[in-house]
C-alpha cells in the first residue's frame, strides 16, 4: 500500500515535470514566432517610411 502511493507520487511528479517543460516550450516557441513576425513587420514599415521620406 505504501509503497504503491509513493510510487503514485512520483509518477505525479514526473508527469508535471513533462507538462511543465512541453508548456515552457510551446510558450518559448510562440514568443519566438511572435517576436519574429514582429521584427518582420517593424522592418517593412521602417522601409516603407525612409521610402516615403526620400521622395
Not at 6 to 28: C, D, H, N, R, T
Amino acid at each position: 500500500m505504501y509503497r504503491g502511493d509513493s510510487s503514485l507520487k512520483e509518477a505525479k511528479k514526473v508527469i508535471f515535470i513533462y507538462l511543465g517543460e512541453q508548456l515552457a516550450f510551446i510558450l518559448l516557441e510562440a514568443f519566438a514566432l511572435s517576436w519574429i513576425i514582429c521584427k518582420n513587420y517593424i522592418d517593412v514599415c521602417l522601409d516603407m517610411l525612409i521610402k516615403w521620406l526620400d521622395c
